[in-house]
């Protein structure tokens, strides 16, 4: 699992360069298995075998981030930029912080995984921890404009390998931004028409 992913980022640079674009990649350094087991005994969640071996790779990574922008340094779940996907540390703090937000005190809330920088809405990924399918767990996309109960009926993937294939393949192969799952114009747009605003700026 996830031989393809070096690939897939070169891929990628390819297209950057092609379009003039800022973008890169940050992957952070592989959990221990102790490092899951710790969290997994801490939150009394199992994770997902598609995300725990992604985690196993890379605890934690930053996608199709651009250049310029930053991250900041009072919460280890905001990027102002690209798509953030959670280390264990992260994990922790932002479905706290989720929680918070919530006013649900239903502790079945879906898992967040990724934060969206580069929509900056506030929109973040997860996964359905309630459904899972093959020991997998469908993720969605949480749009924090809408109550949470709402969230379960937003599948975008099948699984956590899924969904970061899926967005590679929206950049490789159409030219596109990442975050597939949005429908409309305002999102729904090519890297192409990015580029062109970018070099009249």
């Given at each position: 699992?996830?031989?393809?992913?070096?690939?897939?980022?070169?891929?990628?640079?390819?297209?950057f360069?092609?379009?003039s674009?800022d973008?890169?990649?940050?992957?952070?350094?592989?959990?221990?298995?102790?490092?899951?087991?710790?969290y997994?005994?801490?939150?009394?969640?199992?994770?997902?075998p598609?995300?725990?071996?992604?985690l196993?790779?890379?605890n934690?990574?930053?996608?199709?981030l651009?250049?310029?922008g930053?991250?900041?340094?009072t919460?280890?779940w905001w990027?102002?930029?690209g798509?953030?996907?959670?280390?264990?540390?992260?994990?922790?703090?932002?479905?706290?912080f989720?929680?918070?937000?919530?006013?649900n005190?239903?502790?079945?809330?879906p898992l967040?995984?990724a934060y969206?920088?580069?929509?900056?809405?506030?929109?973040?990924?997860s996964?359905?921890m309630n459904?899972?399918?093959d020991?997998?767990?469908?993720?969605l996309?949480?749009n924090?404009d809408?109550?949470?109960?709402?969230?379960?009926?937003?599948?975008?993937?099948?699984?956590?390998e899924?969904?970061?294939k899926?967005?590679?393949?929206?950049?490789i192969?159409h030219k596109?931004?990442?975050?597939?799952?949005?429908?409309d114009?305002?999102?729904?747009?090519?890297?192409c028409?990015?580029?062109?605003?970018?070099?009249?700026?």
């Amino acid at each position: 699992m996830y031989e393809w992913t070096n690939d897939s980022i070169e891929q990628s640079y390819k297209i950057f360069n092609e379009l003039s674009l800022d973008w890169g990649f940050k992957l952070n350094e592989p959990a221990t298995e102790e490092d899951l087991r710790e969290y997994e005994l801490t939150t009394g969640i199992t994770l997902p075998p598609s995300y725990r071996l992604f985690l196993l790779k890379h605890n934690g990574a930053h996608l199709f981030l651009s250049k310029s922008g930053s991250l900041s340094t009072t919460y280890s779940w905001w990027a102002d930029s690209g798509i953030l996907v959670f280390g264990t540390a992260a994990l922790t703090e932002y479905r706290n912080f989720v929680y918070k937000l919530s006013d649900n005190s239903d502790r079945r809330l879906p898992l967040p995984i990724a934060y969206l920088g580069r929509i900056g809405t506030g929109d973040f990924c997860s996964l359905d921890m309630n459904n899972s399918t093959d020991f997998e767990s469908p993720v969605l996309d949480c749009n924090p404009d809408y109550p949470s109960d709402e969230w379960l009926n937003s599948v975008i993937a099948n699984s956590f390998e899924d969904w970061l294939k899926e967005m590679f393949s929206r950049v490789i192969s159409h030219k596109s931004f990442p975050e597939y799952w949005f429908k409309d114009t305002l999102y729904d747009c090519s890297l192409c028409s990015r580029s062109q605003e970018g070099n009249q700026d």
